[in-house]
């Protein structure tokens, strides 16, 4: 074919194609025309004309955000991932077989606590169902501890039968037990004030494994679909408490009495983190025999569980005190063969505070170590074994270097000039006459029972106190006749409490007077984290051991095994000494009555019970750990409790409780121990509030603020704010009555309020056993 032809088809092919697309873009135009996702919004007009103000008011409040200094996180390789797995595997079986070894090989008792949550049933009556289960034939007293053998299954048992009166005795049986048994009615519901209250109070200290059991379903409900519907009821309430509990075994039935005595045999129990961390017991038997220097001597028989003991530390028997041990001696069951361990000169003494003899001395040499020196201090080996030494200031004897911790106390000494220790002696003689006259009275007034409507009234007034500091919180009213420099003496001004700067050891004379001779630790975690390794280590009796232990405690020690478990825990390093401990704080959902910031309560924290008066903190993270006093512990917030108390190394749980006038205890509320940290300040806060008389502008005419000018004028370098968000300055003052100008950073509405606020530490005090 010719070019020209080729030429003359393909023209007319374009003549065909083009009135379709034509056709196509006047359609399109028509109807429906171009997406909204295609569309740009432009841009929103920008004044010129925007004063300062105006553009400070639009970006107020805004924060620019940092460049992020975290570093990116390293992804393994597949060959790392598998070897990670495999050493997570290799621990998991090593702490089974481990446990195994204490309750197979070793042959130690499982402690078992019953506990009903019901009054209609007997913790001894299901006890004596469950494990005469078997064929065996099984009674028990109430309250009772008593051990039994289950030959089917080749397993022992120590059954514990608390008071169930008693809340602190079901509290400290089920602390040591590896398996607790609720009995639960199927006739009566549990009661929220004791059955709930039980549940909830054993679940926040710790509890290891959980048994469920239902002596009276076949008795009440003889039908099997009733007994059907009652199980799985029964079985979803005990669900809400223990989501890993899957089933409720039925004591009148024999083949689910078998099964759960089968499960207790076999299964190994959980582990409380808090507990197993340190050496503890239960006593098979308590005597007392005579020392060599005629001082009685406790000894103590039974199987040590946990990570054992060692003869240096201390000891602690609940409600009754820390002690020294005399001795260790292992029992060896079919031999005559025992070992001895008698304490060394590094033995632990019961002393709770720094001595006072430590004194740091102006001149101290610099010594240098591997290149580095080191400011001040003189410098030992610090291998981790027994030799190790840490870095103490020169002149520390060999007993004041075991109360340094990580770091050395900067002037850790009590004592000053003459002059002082006569003002010291003073005030303590004044604080002991103050104390006796407060004993007099308090002997010589008694209780009065108040009416039911005298005390509903006190009751509403304390809680309007609660309710008015929710609304208005920590402001003053001062009257027009006092003055504001002397009432707000000791008062500090201060514009933001997350920046300023406060002295640690800052002279005050509401200062508790063992303060510098508190136990001092530069990094908590770390010092714990290296204590738990150390007991580990040091331990000189592994658990499933069979010891006698001998303890320098005196008679009076109530130490009747048979009704109550009696029980010594071992205590890590330096768990005897003071130091300002901190625990969190949540009320119970339960209790809605105001708890305020001083109140006497009972706190447990692990093995430990003391009577503190808590300085309640906020839960602030201010980088100068300086943190806002709180009047009141509101229901259903977050707070701190603050007090000179024991420490303690092992993350334990908390429990409040709020002593009663029939002295028993009421649960209030739960927690968490946190720290040591000395360095933790809590400031209260002052408001001082007043009125817009005249507003001009920026400039504002305040009163009833101050009464005086020469308050005015004391007062004037503090900045103000008003509880609408602005904040300003006072300007001069007006008159004679306290009156005065203040600028501000934009214009007030009539109805704010100006403020001014004001800053006094406060200090913890002392906490005292409880008994």
Same mark, same amino acid.
């Given at each position: 074919?010719?070019?020209?032809?080729? &030429?003359?088809?393909?023209?007319?092919?374009?003549?065909?194609?083009?009135? !379709?697309?034509?056709?196509?873009?006047?359609?399109?135009?028509?109807?429906?025309?171009?997406?909204?996702?295609?569309?740009?919004?432009?841009?929103?007009?920008? *004044?010129?004309?925007? !004063?300062?103000?105006?553009?400070? %008011?639009?970006?107020?409040?805004?924060?620019?955000?940092?460049?992020?200094?975290?570093?990116?996180?390293?992804?393994?390789?597949?060959?790392?991932?598998?070897?990670?797995?495999? @050493?997570?595997?290799?621990?998991?079986?090593?702490?089974?077989?481990?446990?195994?070894?204490?309750?197979?090989?070793?042959?130690?008792?499982?402690?078992?606590?019953?506990?009903?949550?019901? %009054?209609?049933?007997?913790?001894?009556?299901?006890?004596?169902?469950?494990?005469?289960?078997?064929?065996?034939?099984?009674?028990?007293?109430?309250?009772?501890?008593?051990?039994? &053998?289950?030959?089917?299954?080749?397993?022992?048992?120590?059954?514990?039968?608390?008071?169930?009166?008693?809340?602190?005795?079901?509290?400290?049986?089920?602390?040591?037990?590896?398996?607790?048994?609720?009995?639960? /009615?199927?006739?009566?519901?549990?009661?929220?004030?004791?059955?709930?209250?039980?549940?909830? *109070?054993?679940?926040?200290?710790?509890?290891?494994?959980?048994?469920?059991?239902?002596?009276?379903?076949?008795?009440?409900?003889?039908?099997?679909?009733?007994?059907?519907?009652?199980?799985?009821?029964?079985?979803?309430?005990?669900?809400?408490?223990?989501?890993?509990?899957?089933?409720?075994?039925?004591?009148?039935?024999?083949?689910?009495?078998?099964?759960?005595?089968?499960?207790?045999?076999?299964?190994?129990?959980?582990?409380?983190?808090?507990?197993?961390?340190?050496?503890?017991?239960?006593?098979?038997?308590?005597? #007392?025999?005579?020392?060599?220097?005629?001082?009685?001597?406790?000894?103590?028989?039974?199987?040590?569980?946990?990570?054992?003991?060692?003869?240096?530390?201390?000891?602690?028997?609940?409600?009754?005190?820390?002690?020294?041990?005399?001795?260790?001696?292992?029992?060896?069951?079919?031999?005559?063969?025992?070992?001895?361990?008698?304490?060394?000169?590094?033995?632990?003494?019961?002393?709770?505070?720094?001595?006072?003899?430590?004194?740091?001395?102006?001149?101290?040499?610099?010594?240098?170590?591997?290149?580095?020196?080191?400011?001040?201090?003189?410098?030992?080996?610090?291998?981790?074994?027994?030799? /190790? &030494?840490?870095?103490?200031?020169?002149?520390?004897?060999?007993?004041?270097?075991?109360?340094?911790?990580?770091?050395?106390?900067?002037?850790?000494?009590?004592?000053?000039?003459?002059?002082?220790?006569?003002?010291?002696?003073?005030?303590?003689?004044?604080?002991?006459?103050?104390?006796?006259?407060?004993?007099?009275?308090?002997?010589?007034?008694?209780?009065?029972?108040?009416?039911?409507?005298?005390?509903?009234?006190?009751?509403?007034?304390?809680?309007?106190?609660?309710?008015?500091?929710?609304?208005?919180?920590?402001?003053?009213?001062?009257?027009?006749?006092?003055?504001?420099?002397?009432?707000?003496?000791? +008062?500090?001004?201060?514009?933001?409490?997350?920046?300023?700067?406060? @002295?640690?050891?800052?002279?005050?004379?509401?200062?508790?007077?063992?303060?510098? &001779?508190?136990?001092?630790?530069?990094?908590?975690?770390?010092?714990?984290?290296?204590?738990?390794?150390?007991? *580990?280590?040091?331990? @000189?009796?592994?658990?499933?051991?069979?010891?006698?232990?001998?303890?320098?405690?005196?008679?009076?020690?109530?130490?009747?095994?048979?009704?109550?478990?009696?029980?010594? +825990?071992?205590?890590?390093?330096?768990?005897?000494?003071?130091?300002?401990?901190? #625990?969190?704080?949540?009320?119970?959902?339960?209790?809605?009555?105001?708890?305020?910031?001083?109140?006497?309560?009972?706190?447990?924290?692990?093995?430990?019970? @003391?009577?503190?008066?808590?300085?309640?903190?906020?839960? *602030?993270?201010?980088?100068?750990?300086?943190?806002?006093?709180?009047?009141?512990?509101?229901?259903?917030?977050?707070?701190?409790?603050?007090?000179?108390?024991?420490?303690?190394?092992?993350?334990?749980?908390?429990?409040?409780?709020?002593?009663?006038?029939?002295?028993?205890?009421?649960?209030?509320?739960?927690?968490?121990?946190?720290?040591?940290?000395? !360095?933790?300040?809590?400031?209260?806060?002052?408001?001082?509030?007043?009125?817009?008389?005249?507003?001009?502008?920026?400039?504002?005419?305040?009163?009833?603020?101050?009464?005086?000018?020469?308050?005015?004028?004391?007062?004037?370098?503090?900045?103000?704010?008003?509880?609408?968000?602005?904040?300003?300055?006072?300007?001069?003052?007006?008159?004679?009555?306290?009156?005065?100008?203040?600028?501000?950073?934009?214009?007030?509405?009539?109805?704010? !309020?100006?403020?001014?606020?004001?800053?006094?530490?406060?200090?913890?005090?002392?906490?005292?056993? #409880?008994?």
């Amino acid at each position: 074919m010719r070019t020209h032809d080729l &030429r003359v088809i393909a023209i007319s092919r374009i003549n065909l194609i083009a009135p !379709t697309r034509c056709s196509r873009i006047k359609l399109s135009a028509m109807g429906h025309s171009h997406r909204s996702t295609l569309k740009n919004d432009h841009k929103s007009f920008k *004044s010129k004309h925007a !004063t300062k103000g105006q553009i400070k %008011n639009r970006f107020k409040g805004k924060v620019e955000k940092g460049a992020s200094g975290s570093k990116a996180i390293r992804v393994m390789s597949k060959t790392e991932r598998k070897n990670v797995a495999k @050493q997570l595997k290799e621990q998991k079986i090593l702490e089974s077989k481990n446990t195994r070894k204490l309750f197979d090989s070793l042959g130690a008792e499982k402690i078992v606590t019953v506990i009903s949550l019901t %009054n209609d049933i007997s913790p001894a009556d299901v006890a004596s169902s469950l494990f005469s289960g078997t064929g065996e034939k099984f009674t028990f007293e109430y309250p009772s501890v008593s051990s039994i &053998r289950i030959r089917q299954y080749k397993a022992n048992f120590k059954i514990i039968i608390p008071d169930q009166n008693d809340f602190l005795a079901i509290l400290d049986a089920t602390k040591i037990s590896d398996y607790v048994v609720f009995g639960i /009615s199927a006739q009566q519901e549990v009661d929220p004030t004791y059955g709930e209250q039980l549940l909830r *109070s054993i679940i926040a200290q710790g509890i290891a494994s959980v048994i469920g059991v239902l002596p009276n379903l076949v008795s009440a409900y003889p039908k099997r679909n009733l007994q059907l519907d009652i199980r799985q009821s029964l079985q979803s309430y005990f669900t809400h408490f223990f989501p890993d509990v899957d089933k409720l075994y039925a004591l009148e039935t024999a083949s689910e009495c078998i099964n759960c005595i089968r499960l207790m045999s076999q299964k190994m129990p959980k582990s409380v983190s808090w507990r197993d961390a340190r050496g503890y017991l239960v006593a098979d038997e308590v005597s #007392w025999i005579q020392g060599a220097n005629g001082a009685p001597l406790m000894t103590v028989i039974g199987t040590v569980r946990g990570v054992g003991f060692n003869v240096n530390r201390l000891v602690h028997i609940p409600g009754s005190g820390d002690y020294q041990l005399e001795g260790i001696e292992t029992m060896v069951e079919r031999s005559s063969e025992t070992q001895v361990i008698i304490p060394t000169q590094d033995q632990e003494d019961l002393n709770e505070l720094l001595p006072e003899e430590l004194e740091m001395e102006d001149e101290i040499e610099d010594v240098y170590e591997d290149g580095v020196k080191m400011d001040g201090y003189k410098y030992f080996a610090t291998d981790d074994d027994n030799s /190790s &030494r840490k870095p103490v200031p020169k002149g520390t004897s060999e007993y004041q270097r075991k109360w340094l911790i990580d770091d050395v106390l900067e002037d850790a000494s009590d004592l000053e000039d003459d002059e002082n220790e006569e003002i010291d002696e003073i005030v303590e003689m004044e604080e002991m006459d103050e104390a006796d006259n407060i004993v007099d009275q308090d002997e010589d007034v008694q209780y009065m029972e108040l009416s039911p409507e005298e005390e509903e009234r006190q009751l509403q007034e304390f809680r309007a106190l609660e309710k008015d500091d929710l609304e208005f919180p920590d402001e003053l009213e001062l009257d027009p006749s006092e003055s504001a420099r002397e009432r707000l003496a000791s +008062y500090r001004g201060i514009k933001s409490l997350g920046n300023c700067d406060w @002295q640690v050891d800052e002279a005050d004379e509401n200062r508790p007077s063992i303060w510098k &001779r508190l136990l001092r630790i530069s990094n908590y975690k770390a010092t714990r984290n290296r204590i738990a390794k150390q007991a *580990s280590r040091e331990a @000189q009796v592994e658990a499933g051991t069979k010891v006698r232990l001998t303890i320098r405690a005196p008679t009076d020690i109530q130490s009747d095994a048979s009704q109550r478990p009696f029980v010594v +825990y071992g205590m890590l390093e330096h768990e005897h000494k003071l130091g300002l401990v901190n #625990w969190s704080f949540e009320s119970w959902e339960d209790y809605v009555d105001p708890i305020p910031s001083g109140e006497e309560l009972v706190v447990q924290y692990g093995y430990r019970r @003391q009577v503190i008066k808590p300085l309640f903190n906020q839960a *602030s993270n201010n980088s100068n750990n300086v943190h806002k006093s709180e009047r009141f512990a509101h229901h259903g917030s977050l707070t701190i409790a603050s007090a000179i108390s024991p420490v303690s190394f092992t993350n334990s749980p908390t429990l409040y409780f709020k002593p009663q006038p029939d002295g028993s205890l009421k649960f209030v509320g739960k927690g968490t121990f946190l720290n040591c940290d000395h !360095t933790r300040i809590v400031a209260e806060r002052a408001v001082l509030t007043g009125h817009p008389v005249k507003i001009h502008k920026t400039v504002v005419t305040v009163r009833y603020m101050f009464f005086n000018s020469q308050d005015v004028n004391f007062f004037k370098a503090i900045p103000l704010f008003t509880k609408m968000g602005r904040s300003g300055f006072i300007k001069e003052s007006l008159g004679t009555h306290g009156y005065f100008k203040a600028r501000f950073d934009g214009k007030l509405n009539a109805q704010d !309020t100006i403020a001014m606020s004001m800053y006094k530490r406060v200090w913890p005090s002392v906490s005292e056993a #409880w008994k």
